[in-house]
């Protein structure tokens, strides 16, 4: 919860772990709100940008070659679903966001 943010119109961006960013712009602040950055939503956020700590924002070669060399490990980073194993569903999922760019 933000408590200490002025009232007013803002523009958020999130960036999960291994996930493009997303921008929500022109949210307003006066009141308590509730941003859905889920697949439900209209805004989801795409997984799949596991390069660097922070990623670069793009689902891109890189990040199949972190993938591919992480594959049957448990690195948190590469192991998209969270599931405790970098599978073909990890494959799946990037391979679905590549050449996506978050905002």
Known sequence: ????????????????YSH?????????LDKFIQVDFTNNGQSPLYSGDI??????????????????????????RSDLNQDGVV??????NLLTNFNFTGD
Do not use: E, W
């Open 1 to 16: 919860i933000l408590q200490t943010v002025s009232s007013g119109n803002y523009d958020i961006t999130v960036k999960g």
């Open 20 to 28: 493009l960013a997303r921008l929500a712009s022109n949210i307003n």
């Open 51 to 76: 390069n660097l700590d922070s990623g670069d924002n793009k689902v891109n070669a890189l990040d199949i070659s972190i993938l591919v060399n992480n594959f049957s490990t448990s690195n948190v």
């Open 87 to 92: 599978n073909s569903i990890d494959i799946s």
